[in-house]
C-alpha cells in the first residue's frame, strides 16, 4: 500500500490538537516533500528520518516520490516530535510494516541520526489534555517522556528507546523470521500509571531567626492565598522568608500537580523528582514582559504560568520594566493568561501567589536605625513611583521587614518550624473551603457579603477607617479577604474588630518614612 496514516498530537498552548501524519509513495522524480504548516525544525525532520531509517537497518525508498502531509493544514506544528510518526509512516507505505495496527496508536518523538528516539517537549501537557477530553488512545514516546506521561492515571503509555523497539511491535504477521528477532526488543515497555513520586521538600522556615511580624504575615498569605510585598532594608531576610513560603502552602492534590506539571513539560522545565511539590520561580528583574506573561510562536508559558499552584517570587520588584509589571494585573485577578496572536490564540493558567520585595529607597536604608539613608525625598518618591497604584492595590498585604541586630541573630534559638506554621494554614484553609468551596482571596463580588460574616462593629470601625485612609473598593474588599482569612487561623465563625484592625495593618500605602 502506497498510503499511510498515523496519528499524533500538536500542542497549541495546553491543549494537544490532534494530527494526522499522511505519507503517499508515488512514483517519478525522487524527492522528500513535506506539507502542513511546518515549522522549520519539522522541516529539518526529512533528513533526520532518513539517516534513521538506514542506519537502523530499514530500507528507505530513495527511487520514490515521498509526500508527507502534516493534517490539518491550517494548525501550525513545531518540533521534533513528527520524526517517529513520519518515520513509521514511510515504513508503513512501503510495506515494512503492518498499517492497520497503527490506527489504535498516536506517537511522538525525535530521532537521532542513528534511530534512538529523544525526549519531546510537553508530554504530560499532551496526556493530560487527551485525558480531560476523554480520548482513549495508546500513546508511543520516547524515554523520559513516557514517565512524564504515564503520571497522567487513565494513561496508557509505552516507552520506546530505538525506532526499531517500535517497528518490531508491527512487523508484518507473515514477515521474514530473519529479519525478526526471536525475543521481544528490551526497549519496549508498557509504563505503569504512577503518580507517586518523591516526598515534596522545601526549605525549613525555622532558618529565619527573629522577623515575627513578617511571618505572621506569610502564614496569613498561606492560609488565604494572598499575595505579600516585603519591604526592607538589604539583608534584612526578605529573599529568605519568600523561598520558605510554598513550605507553608497546603499539600498539592494529585489534580493541582498534573496542572502545575503539564505547565511546566511544556514549558520543557519539568522533572518527575519535583512531582506534588509547588514550584517557585524566581525570574531576574531583567525579565521581559513576555517572559513573565508568555508569547512567541507557538506560544509558550511565561514565569506566571510556570509557577501555576505555586509561588511567584519578584525580588527588586521596582526593577522589573514597568511593562512587565503592569502585564501581572489581569493575570493576578483571573488565574489565567491569554495570549492572543494574528494566526492563533492560547490560553494558560495563572493561579500563583506573588511575592515581591523591594528595598524602602534606592539606597535601602530609608527608616533604618544601622545605616543612614542618603536618598533625597525625591529619588525615595520616584523609587516607590515605578510600583502603579493599581499593581499596588492588587497586593493584599504589605509588610515591613526590618532589619535583624547581630545579637538576634547570633543567639535567638531557630523559629518556628514550616511543618507546624502549615499545620495550622492547613486548618485554617480547610475551614474556608467547607464554608465557601474556595480559599479566601477568591472571594468575589456578592460572595464577599455572604462568607466574609462582618461583626457589626467591625463594620462599623471598617468603614471610618477606610474613608479616612481613602482606600479604594477593591482595597476595602481585599481588607475584608485578609481579615476572614485571620479570623479563619483563630477559628472564630464571624469576623470580628480584632481581625479587621491587623487586617488593616497590612494594607500600608507606600510611603516615604
Known sequence: MSLSLVQSRALLGLQAAAVTVEVHLANGLPAFTLVGLADVEVKEARERVRSAIQNSGLEFPNNKRITVNLAPADLPKDSGRFDLPIALGILAASGQIEAAPLAGYEFAGELSLSGELRPVRGALAMSLALHAAGVQTQLVLPPESAEEAALVPTAQVYRAQHLLDVVQHFLPVNADPAHSEAEPRAGWARMAASAAGVAAHYPDMADVKGQLGAKRALEIAAAGGHSVLLMGPPGSGKSMLAQRFAGLLPPMTTEEALQSAAVASLGGCFSV???????????????????LVGGGSPPRPGEISLAHHGVLFLDELPEFPRAALEALREPLESGRITIARAAQRSEFPA??????????????????????????????ARYQGKLSGPLVDRIDLHVEVPAVIASELMQSPPGESSASVQARCVAARARAIARQGKPNQALQGQEIDQFVLLDEAAAKFLNVAAARLGWSARSTHRALKVARTIADLAGERTTQVTHVAEAMQYRRALKAA
Open 273 to 291: 523528582d519535583s512531582w506534588a511539590q509547588r514550584p517557585t520561580r524566581h525570574p531576574h528583574h531583567t525579565a521581559s514582559a513576555v517572559a
Open 351 to 380: 493561579q500563583f501567589q506573588l511575592i515581591g520585595a523591594m528595598n524602602p529607597c534606592p539606597c535601602g536604608y530609608l527608616g533604618s536605625a544601622q545605616k543612614t539613608c542618603r536618598c533625597t525625598p525625591d529619588q525615595v
